[in-house]
T-cell receptor, first 117, second 116 residues
Framework: AQKITQTQPGMFVQEKEAVTLDCTYDTSDPSYGLFWYKQPSSGEMIFLIYQGSYDQQNATEGRYSLNFQKARKSANLVISASQLGDSAMYFCAMREKGGGSNYKLTFGKGTLLTVNP | EAGVTQFPSHSVIEKGQTVTLRCDPISGHDNLYWYRRVMGKEIKFLLHFVKESKQDESGMPNNRFLAERTGGTYSTLKVQPAELEDSGVYFC??????????????FGPGTRLTVL
């Protein structure tokens, strides 16, 4: 079973509008972390935002916010006031505190966001 | 401060050849990770170093892949002999901490490997 599911292969949004990128996860570990990364066409992976499983409030970083619904196991990324430069691939990832020292990230397949002028 | 760097940015080789990818983590980061994205699929974990020790290599696909991190600084990932299915983008990431509630992994730009 997939641990991270991103159901939107592609999304379109008009410049200056808000957009929500979906991410659901599956884990039995009570301690985990959720990350969103942005990958523009240049290829680098840019960290956007982090949410810990025990964090009481939703994470926010500038125009990025994470809509964390723990009971539903969802961690959707909300981008407000979209800009042309937001066009990129977006990956949701989960870090689980597994056995030993395993702190790898598990990624979803990504969502390709296109911002239209 | 320099970020994670990877070399080369692109590599095109023929099936059966050997390729070595290099990753320089952010200075002071003891944790170094290798990931790979094969076309159309998820980014998959390959292995995790803490300093020079392999902490977790459960994601290494087979024994044609060899990762090293001599001296706990830069790391190399060698593929020998390369097969067609090894084509993809190989990412390296580093982090200051591995434990705790937050361990942001900083990614390099990746090496795009094409095996013909």
């Amino acid at each position: 079973a997939q641990k991270i599911t991103q159901t939107q292969p592609g999304m379109f949004v008009q410049e200056k509008e808000a957009v929500t990128l979906d991410c659901t996860y599956d884990t039995s570990d009570p301690s985990y972390g959720l990350f969103w990364y942005k990958q523009p066409s240049s290829g680098e992976m840019i960290f956007l935002i982090y949410q810990g499983s025990y964090d009481q409030q939703n994470a926010t970083e500038g125009r990025y916010s994470l809509n964390f619904q723990k009971a539903r196991k969802s961690a959707n990324l909300v981008i407000s006031a979209s800009q042309l430069g937001d066009s990129a691939m977006y990956f949701c990832a989960m870090r689980e505190k597994g056995g030993g020292s395993n702190y790898k990230l598990t990624f979803g397949k990504g969502t390709l966001l296109t911002v239209n002028p | 401060e320099a970020g994670v760097t990877q070399f080369p940015s692109h590599s095109v080789i023929e099936k059966g050849q050997t390729v070595t990818l290099r990753c320089d983590p952010i200075s002071g980061h003891d944790n170094l990770y290798w990931y790979r994205r094969v076309m159309g699929k998820e980014i998959k974990f390959l292995l995790h170093f803490v300093k020079e020790s392999k902490q977790d290599e459960s994601g290494m696909p087979n024994n044609r892949f060899l990762a090293e991190r001599t001296g706990g600084t830069y790391s190399t990932l060698k593929v020998q002999p390369a097969e067609l299915e090894d084509s993809g983008v190989y990412f390296c990431a580093s982090s200051l901490h591995a434990s705790g509630s937050y361990n942001e992994q900083f990614f390099g730009p990746g090496t795009r490997l094409t095996v013909l």
